[in-house]
């Protein structure tokens, strides 16, 4: 469990400084184009963790640009090649950062959006209440909760949950609603969760990439989730994701899956499923990427490509007066 929290506390501070200051190494000022190249190619050899789950061929990737890299190239152009050759990863832990650029994979540009926000304030939350990170109201006439966290950045207080849940003891169900929620501080996922068990949980590993070879790993280390000695909310809870949740987002989505009141229902996430970490290149440049996995109970490997919803509804973008997830979502929590 400590071992957890370090990777999870890891995480924490790479989203708050990304990651410029986390691990940097030996300040080697170099300026050379094939020292940076090499250097950035070799980390990410030894510590990157999804090669293998992704069939990624990191020694054809060296070499397809290795032939882009020459002396008297421009600063840019060594930013375009690097950024380049790690956007083969396909991972929006995995940045690299310059005083004039970040480069960014960008996931979730690949599919289409489930949520509207204009949607949700015109038809369903017209005067909604803002209590710290959440927006929430009742629904259905009074019998559902909606609660809305719009990114694991915004910190989640005790006093704040005590307040939404209190507000919502009587109702039949709640929804609990992460749709293009892109991550952030990992700590406030336990915080949320714990609110919603009726007992200790065990409900995900995690392992580590630690030596040489691309399938080195630590043991398996268990991550569980404790009852909430206060305020907790036992009735039917539908979490609402979709490709926009992305990292914080995923993990959060796969730890619900160990409780049985919990419903996932939307799209598949978008992944993220590696905590990210790095260091600095010989130039002064830093880099992260993922160096973690996480399984489910059963060991398996899905977070990274996004946890598949136990329920797929999709938005339709030709009738903007309707939420069709949220209206699934209500039927079902009055089942």
């Known amino acids: 469990m400590k071992l957890f929290k370090l990777i999870l506390a890891c995480s924490f501070f790479v989203s708050l400084v990304g990651c410029e200051k986390i691990l940097l190494e030996k300040d080697l000022a170099s300026t050379s184009p094939r020292d940076n190249f090499e250097y950035l190619w070799e980390e990410a050899d030894k510590k990157y963790s999804y090669f293998e789950l992704k069939n990624i061929n990191w020694d054809a990737i060296k070499l397809r640009y290795s032939d882009s890299i020459s002396d008297g190239m421009s600063e840019q152009d060594l930013f375009r ?61 009074g019998r559902v909760a909606y609660v809305r966290y719009s990114s694991f950045l915004s910190e989640v207080k005790n006093e704040d949950l005590d307040i939404v849940l209190s507000k919502y003891s009587n109702t039949k169900g709640m929804i609990f609603d992460i749709r293009e929620n892109g991550g952030g501080n990992v700590f406030n996922i336990p915080i949320i969760l714990e609110r919603f068990a009726s007992e200790r949980t065990l409900a995900a590993y995690s392992i580590t990439r630690n030596g040489e070879n691309r399938n080195d790993f630590s043991e398996p280390v268990p991550f569980y989730l404790n009852k909430y000695d206060g305020i907790i909310y036992n009735k039917p809870v539908i979490v609402l994701c979709d490709r926009g949740s992305y990292s914080a987002g995923t993990f959060f989505s796969l730890l619900t899956k160990a409780f049985d009141n919990i419903k996932l229902m939307g799209d598949t996430t978008g992944g993220g499923g590696g905590l990210p970490n790095g260091g600095q290149l010989p130039n002064g440049w830093t880099y992260r990427f993922s160096v973690t996995q996480i399984l489910d109970l059963n060991y398996e490997n899905f977070a990274e490509s996004g946890v598949s919803p136990d329920e797929a509804v999709s938005f339709n973008w030709n009738d903007l007066t309707r939420d069709e997830i949220i209206d699934r979502a209500i039927i079902e929590l009055n089942q």
């Open 81 to 141: 090649v690097l950024a380049s050759m790690l956007n083969e990863l396909r991972d929006d832990h995995t940045n690299l950062f310059s005083p004039f650029n970040v480069s960014q994979y960008y996931v979730a540009i690949n599919y289409p959006k489930s949520f509207l926000e204009r949607t949700l304030d015109e038809y369903y939350l017209v005067n909604p209440n803002y209590t710290g990170a959440f927006k929430h109201g009742f629904l259905d006439s």
